[in-house]
């Protein structure tokens, strides 16, 4: 179960020990992570401005610094999503140069992980699984469910019990096996680990995880081809596992090795929720004293309380210059309706986070307001509308009749408001 | 409140008087709805395969065929949805050549509405509207409140008052006021016609509405790109005012006139839902007789009952020799089944009643096996996850250990299925 590529190769980040293309995720001799590593110079005349932009208008454009096999015919429009300038958020918050990396409606489930899905399935063909899975705070899980349901392989899904309802149909819909697990995600994480000794399964964040995690490096790639082959001076990035933000940054320094962008400094800000924030505590305190918690938290995407890709991700935010913040439930909440009224894209918790550490870092004076800024937002509002619950009101139903329009618009703008009534989705009273 | 514009104005379409462009739907003179007209041929040179291709990937690449306003700068990337080979559904239902226009990812709302709206927008800008709005069935209700955020104008928008949750809370997210009729679309949709007369109010699809209607050709225009500049055989497409299927027909009909593509019969084929079918029985039993129906279908965003745009659409599908098919609730149910779990795409009860459709003219012969087909997808399943209420099962947690982990596998591959449990979105019920 292993393929011979000349292109790239798993490679331990300690001892740098290389181990060919096989389902692994730790050197067995450190147990450090393994990641991919390139023959970047044989890149070079392939991997240009021309070469890429006469590509599809998806991920597979970066195909030559992807770790996809030999042959392989990617068919799956994935990513190159909207980068848009949010001139209205920039405005309220103090940023004049700010920008929205949208993955809130990436092809097909609507998050990032899109992207690493179709590189890990790709593998997972490749080394002959005919199970896929993963463990997974949803995003992950709609992915690996719709991506499998199209190649026509099984797919067995583990999520923590409490799951959003929405998360879970967008699973099930597919097709997918879903098991619930009692317990958080890094119990569900630890117990995958097991799962991916015992059975003979590819578990893309798991035993496929290098391959998987590579994926992300398409949002960087797609960040400096949109600003026009341009880094900007920070990029705001959510942290769950920690492994989005370090392969942003792995993309750029590959795109400057090859000449592709100029060189120059980016900070990395890492966002996540105070009830779950080792990452962004151990940036605030200290890389080396990296200390795991117990979610608890709305932003169930980025509830990871021990993430693998943590002490990486905090030192190299440290080393660059950046900084991380976490808000709380409440600020999240605002944050998403923030993004949503100026912008108009409504994302998930996790872009909520994203939204209000971004104006928090502005209000701190840790971005400049003149700084070119990417904020990443990396899932969609509808898989998490029971976080508005109770904040939005509708109220009564009116005639369908010209006066009682005139007469209700009246009472809309005068002082007394019709009687309002909460509303969240799944339920909606009407008086 | 008019603008001038030597590439395009209203024209009636029964006696051929032109308006210039100002914001009116119906000629004065004859009651006809009004269209926009172009100087085709001054386009000749400019509206290129070459011009198309190195424009930004969204509807902005055919502008010059659109009634967008000189001097206008779009700044929102919508549309250039993927077109994806449907190979597994097309094994299901036995069709060797079906693609998917998935309109469901679509930026910035996760439906086709998102195409008319931004055109629809441009224009009452150029009028100087500082209120826009619309009667909706759903998604154009969240399409104008999220782009008009973005612009940072007014939007009041009219919905009967049974929508579906998630698209209610898609509206008031960014901002909108939304505005509850008790009443169906048929109602909410009069109303507003008396209030665009009332008010100084850009409503799309009324007093807009030839704008924004042109924004639906750029499907077409997409479809036969993606297709490598070819026409297909068919396209399906789901029916509700009308409207859609009639402007792919009017791009394809531009680009053959242009020389973009080679002339070729297409045909089109219609879909609605049982309890909303008007268009489908009057392509069925004659269109010179067209019988306005009262809606019954969970199918929200095709429940219109007295479609603007119906007669001219049943006469043009007989006309092309399409046809026009109708399903249940339940088949349409089935629909969004089928499609997610052979092409990894959720799509809401719109997309489902399209895809029985398809699956019921394949079955009947009315498509040849062999022949290309579009389906059009245009829009997302999480608006409307209701709809699934009661098809899945989740089964009990598992505690975090392996051994759990192995017996739990062997109880679902073996005879005694877990207990299990209905689950919807918004009511998960854990045992």
């Known amino acids: 179960m292993e393929y011979s590529c000349t292109a790239y190769e798993l490679k331990c980040n300690e001892c740098g020990k290389r181990y060919g293309n096989r389902p692994l995720s730790g050197c067995p001799d450190c147990l450090a992570p393994l990641e991919i590593a390139y023959d970047l110079d044989s890149a070079r005349g392939e991997f240009t401005r021309e070469a890429i932009e006469a590509g599809p208008a998806n991920i597979w454009r970066y195909k030559r610094l992807l770790p996809i096999p030999d042959g392989f015919q990617p068919d799956l429009p994935v990513g190159f999503t909207p980068l848009v300038r949010a001139k209205r958020l920039g405005k309220r918050i103090g940023a004049s140069n700010l920008y929205i990396k949208n993955d809130a409606v990436c092809f097909p489930t609507l998050s990032f992980k899109d992207r690493v899905v179709s590189v890990a399935l790709a593998n997972a063909q490749k080394f002959g699984f005919t199970t896929v899975g993963c463990s997974s705070t949803g995003n992950l899980a709609n992915s690996v469910a719709a991506q499998a349901a199209r190649l026509g392989i099984k797919a067995s899904i583990l999520v923590p019990a409490d799951l959003e309802p929405a998360k879970i149909l967008n699973t099930l819909v597919y ?21 991916a000794d015992e059975y003979n399964w590819g578990l893309v964040n798991v035993n496929l995880r290098p391959y998987y995690a590579e994926g992300s490096k398409t949002v960087g790639f797609e960040i400096a081809e949109q600003l026009g082959w341009r880094l900007p001076d920070n990029v705001v990035v959510p942290m769950a596992g920690g492994s989005l933000i370090r392969k942003i940054r792995k993309a750029f320094k590959e795109l400057i090795y090859l000449g592709l962008v100029e060189d120059k400094p980016v900070k990395f800000f890492g966002a ?65 309706q923030e993004l949503a009224e100026t912008e108009g894209i409504f994302t998930e918790t996790a872009g909520g986070v994203t939204t209000a550490v971004t104006a928090r870092l502005y209000a701190q004076g840790r971005i400049h307001p003149d700084e070119t800024t990417v904020v990443c937002i990396t899932g969609n509002g509808l898989k998490t509308t029971d976080a508005l619950a109770g904040r939005y009101e509708v109220a009564r139903a009116i005639r369908p009749r010209l006066a009682d329009f005139d007469a209700y618009l009246k009472e809309l703008d005068g002082v007394s408001e019709p009687e309002p009534e909460l509303v969240a989705a799944g339920d909606v009273r009407v008086l």
Chains 1, 2 share one sequence.
């Open 175 to 195: 097709g997918a096996r879903l098991i619930r697990i009692d317990g958080n995600y890094d119990h569900v994480n630890r117990l995958c680990t097991l799962i």
């Open 272 to 336: 996540q929720a105070t009830g779950c924030s080792p990452i962004a505590v151990a940036v605030r305190e200290g890389a080396d004293n990296f200390i795991p918690q117990k979610p608890n938290t709305i932003a169930r995407s980025l509830a990871i309380g021990n993430p693998a890709d943590g002490p990486a991700a905090a030192k190299m935010i440290i080393a660059d210059g950046g900084w991380a913040e976490d808000v709380s439930d409440v600020e999240l909440v605002s944050g998403i």
